[in-house]
């Protein structure tokens, strides 16, 4: 089965770039989306098809994907940027969803 | 508006079966797959299944074949998962979740249901 693969953590100054990243077997012929989920919330889409951002989600979020490895880049963090950070694409080989096993952001 | 409202929590004793629901609202039932997706106490996300509301095939991931049940009522735009022979590993919150296709986003997402599994 196909498996994504995310550092469990991140730290970043308020202010500073945040990057996540999401390897995966030739992740980048695959259209990859991002969440952010916090604590006790339902996840949030905040990045689609790589680098497409949904409706009221600031500019400050963007995705790249290319060959082994997807990335989050959240510019200018702020404090409420702090989350849990999930990547995901579908596998066709499977018709099975996957996750990533996500990344806590810690804003410092 | 557009949403998932998913019904209330559950305690269940190991062994039984539980069944969540998820009612959508504010656009065409049957234009969009719905997913399901749990997450157990202080872990990740993990993808369950998927239904398409308007035939009602469906795929469920490995780990849940012969125990997870995925259903639709397209007269009440309503989505069912059930899940059976639950043990303490099943306690987690699951969520339903809208997608367009197979390759988009999930842009929607239900509130969230607890599910504990404890004798």
Same mark, same amino acid.
């Given at each position: 089965?196909?498996?994504?693969?995310?550092?469990?953590?991140?730290?970043?100054?308020?202010?500073?770039?945040?990057?996540?990243?999401?390897?995966?077997?030739?992740?980048?012929?695959?259209?990859?989306?991002?969440?952010? !989920?916090?604590?006790?919330?339902?996840?949030?889409?905040?990045?689609?098809?790589?680098?497409?951002?949904?409706?009221?989600?600031?500019?400050?979020?963007?995705?790249?994907?290319?060959?082994?490895?997807?990335?989050?880049?959240?510019?200018?963090?702020?404090?409420?940027?702090?989350?849990?950070?999930?990547? !995901?694409?579908?596998?066709?080989?499977?018709?099975?969803?996957?996750?990533?096993?996500?990344?806590?952001?810690?804003?410092? | 508006?557009?949403?998932?409202?998913?019904?209330?929590? /559950?305690?269940?004793?190991?062994?039984?079966?539980?069944?969540?629901?998820?009612?959508?609202?504010?656009?065409?039932?049957?234009? $969009?797959? &719905?997913?399901?997706?749990?997450?157990?106490?202080?872990?990740?996300?993990?993808? &369950?299944?998927?239904?398409?509301?308007?035939?009602?095939?469906?795929?469920?991931?490995?780990?849940?074949?012969?125990?997870?049940?995925?259903?639709?009522?397209?007269?009440?735009?309503?989505? $069912?998962? /059930?899940?059976?022979?639950?043990? #303490? /590993?099943?306690?987690?919150? $699951?969520?339903?979740?809208? &997608? /367009?296709?197979? $390759?988009?986003? &999930?842009?929607?997402?239900?509130?969230?249901?607890?599910?504990?599994? #404890?004798?």
């Amino acid at each position: 089965s196909y498996v994504l693969t995310q550092p469990p953590s991140v730290s970043v100054a308020p202010g500073k770039t945040a990057r996540i990243t999401c390897g995966g077997n030739n992740i980048g012929s695959k259209s990859v989306h991002w969440y952010q !989920q916090k604590p006790g919330q339902a996840p949030v889409l905040v990045i689609y098809y790589d680098s497409d951002r949904p409706s009221g989600i600031p500019e400050r979020f963007s995705g790249s994907n290319s060959g082994n490895t997807a990335t989050l880049t959240i510019s200018r963090v702020e404090a409420g940027d702090e989350a849990d950070y999930y990547c !995901q694409v579908w596998d066709s080989s499977s018709d099975h969803g996957v996750f990533g096993g996500g990344t806590k952001l810690t804003v410092l | 508006q557009v949403q998932l409202v998913q019904s209330g929590a /559950e305690v269940k004793k190991p062994g039984a079966s539980v069944k969540v629901s998820c009612k959508a609202s504010g656009y065409t039932f049957t234009s $969009y797959y &719905m997913h399901w997706v749990r997450q157990a106490p202080g872990q990740g996300l993990e993808w &369950m299944g998927i239904i398409n509301p308007s035939g009602g095939s469906t795929s469920y991931a490995q780990k849940f074949q012969g125990r997870v049940t995925m259903t639709r009522d397209t007269s009440t735009s309503t989505v $069912y998962m /059930e899940l059976s022979s639950l043990r #303490s /590993e099943d306690t987690a919150v $699951y969520y339903c979740a809208r &997608m /367009e296709d197979r $390759y988009s986003g &999930m842009d929607v997402w239900g509130q969230g249901t607890t599910v504990t599994v #404890s004798s």
